[in-house]
């Protein structure tokens, strides 16, 4: 059985890091569940409908009242987001010390991300990282989401941006040394790393990038987007913008143009990104990589 969550509709606003331009929007599948503690637990429950990359611990003794109640929360269908985070967090205000809360904590970190409510993403991944710091899933999503999250006012932002870099840099770490577990084919245990690694990578880019380390956040911009399926324009984006100011400017004109063929609100922003690297480079040396 392999279950995920649907398509995750990501808002970020990036004024700080765009100098005005909204990030736009764009989205992600959540791969496959590859947690092999969890596979083992399937003959006792269902399995929920996310469950992270992880290399967790043993779960503790089961609880009857318990296992019904995360299975009604994991039977809660995908079509009512709000509520299935309402009766995850009535779970967790019941059973605060309960076996499944890193199920529940990582449906949380998913959910409240679709509904772009950030603080509580954070609020939740963190305590999954506290008790789970194997969940490779949370680790990529809050290392690609913390540093895109920024604008003028975020407090500490140098800290923020070397805690997403840590998170991803973690993620990228733990993801060769996950096992297959047997009910994944090997294209599928393929797509779900790749898609973890990408938004780790991704959220390397972003990172550097904010950090105006241009040079740096290209090689990661372009394995993000390389590893992912379905590309983020605003990794395109961001790519052909630190490839401008690296004064590559081919290969800002090929991001661009990648980032253009999207549908999306960046589509205009990337056309005239084309615009601009072409005029640029008709007046300027490009540097050789």
Known sequence: MKLAVSKLVLTFAGAALLAGIAIAQSSQDAPPSLDPNKQKAKAQTPAPEVTPLTLDSAPPPVNAEED?????????????????????EEFLQKYPESRYRTDVYAWLVRGYLSQGQIDKMETYGTKEIEINPGDAQTLAILGSTLPR????????PQ??????????????????????????????????????????????????????????????????????????????????????????????????TKCAAIPGGLQAKCQAGIDESKKLASTQLSTPK
């Open 149 to 156: 999250a920024m604008n003028a006012n975020t407090p500490d």
């Open 68 to 88: 019904a109640a995360i299975k009604a929360f994991r039977e809660a269908p995908l079509t009512d987001i709000p509520k299935k985070d309402q009766m995850g």
């Open 159 to 256: 800290k923020r941006l070397d805690l997403a870099e840590q998170y991803s840099k973690k993620c990228l770490e733990l993801l060769p040394t996950l096992p297959k577990p047997t009910e994944l084919s090997d294209d599928d245990f393929a797509k779900a790393k790749n898609q973890t690694a990408a938004m780790a990578y991704g959220g390397l880019g972003v990172v550097a990038f904010r950090r105006q380390k241009f040079a740096e956040a290209i090689p990661s911009l372009e394995q993000s987007v390389k590893l992912d399926p379905n590309p983020d324009p605003v990794n395109y984006f961001l790519l052909g913008i630190a490839n401008q100011k690296a004064s590559h400017f081919d290969d800002a004109v090929s991001a661009f």
